[in-house]
């Protein structure tokens, strides 16, 4: 039950002031952001804010920054998280951008409130509330935006390792390196598949020397790929089986549903270029 | 985490089942979502929505685009007022290389999505749902 | 009611499917092709679905059927043209459609469909010998 009257008044009638002030505290970080972040980019960062944090105040009233005429000082926070996540800053960094406005805010609140010490206590209490919710949620979207930014360059380091190589007109290939799980046979899964288009190939082989082990799922997730290869309409050879591969397939009854295996790439190649109906003449 | 919009779609016919497939594919664009996720929230809406037709005799599908901070995700929730599924554990237990189309394909379509609910009684009704994260 | 067209390509059919699939257009695919087949003494028939952006157990089903009745009627099915996410889910999905041809597409579909009748012609003239 606070009157939000003079918290939003002070932040539309004491504007300048804090403006002023904040981006006096916010300057340090520009100073030490090492170029990512330019003062005048900063300060037009902070004045964008405070107007939209002024008309939000105004129209629905500072109770509630989770409400739904908060939306856009929420939005504007996880666009400045974002930007942030990218430029390399680290969370308390971003979150500093709103807890810095605490101490202008609380100063403009102190002359405006000048002669009701009560009400100056209730609108100091409004203001810390209202900015810490805005403050956590800055911090949670960077958390989040940064999960989100890792992972897409876990995935771009993923494609980058399983490159898919065109051996020769309809035949490609896929040297796997390293352990296959889940993710990872997602993305080749695409990528070779994506290829397979692309080339209107009508072989892929699949290489799995640098595999180290192959387990259950493994098996089952080279049996995915096979099985995606064939429902398109190509064919598939895997090659690089060791005679120990050999033995865990058998072991563990897994079918290949009659795909070929080779012992290496090379004849791997072979028997694809046999299928394709080319031969080589010596001179 | 929030709700940014949501809706009501009927199934009460096969063409329903187009309109809803159709529906999906439009929010999970616009959700961004990659195109394999994309094809694979609409494949799971359309097993879904067909059992909600056809053993369910007709029901509804409610859909919600949620938001977790920068996370985009969907949740769609089909549910029928008819006979229930008995036997509940035996019916999600066909295994991967089951692919005869025979019974209700759910241990399929759960790996199609994220997060997978299901509650059904017998002589009141079975609801599922689904949802997807970017 | 609509229906999906079926093309004769020599003595082959090509039907391809490029609409989203509801129960009755599929019953009625099923029809007409079995019919098309009897009426023209077709020997292959490919289905076309690179227009087709989701494959679910249904129209999965009716694939494997239609390529089941074709067998009966003596011609053999060619499944062309799935997209890349259609195969990735379905796989998932647990379905591999086993017993139906695939192709990367029309062209291949046919140069496999003769290859497999010169195949069985030379079976039969093996046998006549």
């Known amino acids: 039950m606070t009157s939000n009257g003079t918290l939003v008044s002070a932040l539309q009638t004491r504007r300048q002031e804090i403006l002023a002030t904040w981006l006096a505290q916010l300057e340090h970080i520009s100073a030490s952001s090492k170029g990512r972040l330019s003062s005048k980019d900063l300060g037009r960062q902070a004045d964008d804010f405070l107007t939209i944090l002024a008309s939000a105040a105004q129209a629905h009233g500072t109770d509630d920054a989770g409400a739904e005429g908060w939306q856009s000082v929420r939005e504007f926070l996880e666009d400045l998280s974002r930007q942030r996540v990218l430029a390399g800053f680290s969370s308390d960094e971003t979150a500093t951008f709103i807890f810095s406005l605490k101490r202008p805010i609380f100063d403009a609140l102190g002359k405006v409130c000048s002669d009701d010490a009560e009400n100056l206590a209730e609108q100091l209490w409004a203001a810390t509330e209202l900015l810490d919710k805005l403050g956590l949620h800055t911090v949670k979207t960077f958390q989040a935006s940064r999960e989100e930014v890792i992972g897409r360059q876990q995935t771009e380091l993923l494609e980058l390792s399983t490159p898919v190589v065109k051996l020769w007109d309809g035949i490609l290939a896929l040297p796997m390196i390293g352990t296959l799980d889940s993710a990872r046979t997602q993305i080749v899964m695409e990528s070779l598949l994506q290829k397979i288009v692309e080339t209107e190939s009508q072989i892929a082989i699949i290489d799995i020397t640098g595999v180290p082990t192959v387990d259950t799922l493994v098996a089952q997730h080279l049996l995915k790929t096979v099985t995606a290869i064939r429902l398109m309409g190509a064919d598939c050879i895997i090659s690089g089986v060791r005679p120990q591969i050999a033995q865990t397939i058998v072991h563990l009854g897994v079918d290949l549903l009659g795909v070929t295996t080779k012992a290496n790439l090379a004849d791997a190649l072979a028997l694809a270029l046999k299928r394709n109906g080319i031969s080589f003449v010596k001179h | 985490m929030q709700t940014s919009s949501s809706g009501e779609l009927p199934l009460g016919n096969e063409h329903d089942i187009v309109l809803g497939r159709q529906a999906v594919r439009r929010m999970t664009q616009q959700q961004g979502f990659s195109l394999v996720d994309q094809t694979k929230m609409v494949t799971a809406a359309s097993e879904l929505a067909r059992n909600t037709l056809i053993y369910g005799g007709g029901g509804t599908l409610k859909w919600a685009m949620l938001s977790d901070g920068a996370k985009r995700g969907l949740r769609l929730t089909f549910e029928d007022k008819g006979p229930g599924i008995p036997n509940l554990e035996l019916a999600m237990t066909d295994g991967w290389s089951s692919g005869s189309g025979l019974g209700l394909g759910l241990t399929g379509t759960r790996r199609l999505v994220n997060e997978f609910e299901i509650d059904s009684t017998v002589g009141v009704g079975t609801r599922v749902v689904i949802a997807r994260w970017k | ?129």
């Open chain 3, 1 to 129: 009611m609509d229906r999906i067209p079926i093309l004769k390509m020599g003595e082959f059919l090509l039907v391809t499917i490029q609409v989203d699939m509801h129960d009755q257009l599929a019953l009625q695919l099923q029809d007409d092709l079995t019919r098309a087949i009897d009426r023209n003494g077709a020997k292959g028939v490919l289905i076309d679905i690179s227009a087709l952006g989701m494959v679910d157990s249904f129209i999965g089903r009716m694939i494997a059927d239609i390529s089941g009745m074709a067998r009966i009627l003596d011609a053999k099915t060619v499944l062309v043209g799935m997209q890349p996410a259609v195969a990735i889910t379905l796989v998932e999905l647990g379905l591999s459609l086993p017993g139906v041809a695939t192709a990367l597409n029309v062209e291949r579909g046919m140069r496999l469909l003769r290859q497999t009748l010169a195949e069985s012609d030379d079976d039969a003239n093996f046998i006549k010998r």
